[in-house]
């Protein structure tokens, strides 16, 4: 598989930055994309997703598909690479013995690979919350 792509965050081996296969470095953009806040890039103040303006929030079906919506429009936005973009928000569980909780989000898109379309399937985690009871 082709490695023509830098690997994030930057590491150097054998002296030449990392790199990674196309999948991966979609998978590793849409990661940084997920987890900035707006305005958090100086050079590009709307990069970013708002789902961290509703970090504390209780979630709701509403709250879940803002969020939803906010990740697949940052999506849209900044990773060129992958279309067909559908995003799912669920809670799943981190530390069954301590029964807490995060708030994961899946996304699904197809991209193309040497003249190939390839589907793209992947899950992000959001956050844990800090209390009891948020999500």
Not at 25 to 32: A, D, E, P, R
Not at 53 to 76: F, M, N, P, V
Not at 77 to 89: G, T
């Amino acid at each position: 598989m082709d490695q023509g792509y830098l690997q994030l965050p930057f590491s150097l081996v054998g002296g030449s930055l990392a790199k990674v296969s196309l999948r991966d470095s979609i998978y590793q953009f849409v990661n940084l994309i997920v987890a900035s806040r707006v305005g958090s890039v100086p050079f590009e103040p709307a990069f970013g997703c708002h789902i961290w303006d509703a970090e504390y929030t209780y979630l709701t079906e509403k709250s879940k598909g803002d969020i939803r919506s906010q990740i697949r429009h940052a999506l849209t936005a900044y990773e060129k690479r992958l279309k067909d973009i559908s995003v799912n928000v669920k809670k799943s569980s981190v530390d069954r013995k301590r029964k807490r909780i995060c708030l994961v989000a899946r996304v699904r898109g197809k991209f193309m690979e040497r003249g190939e379309e390839q589907s793209f399937d992947e899950e992000y985690l959001l956050w844990q919350p800090r209390r009891e009871g948020l999500i």
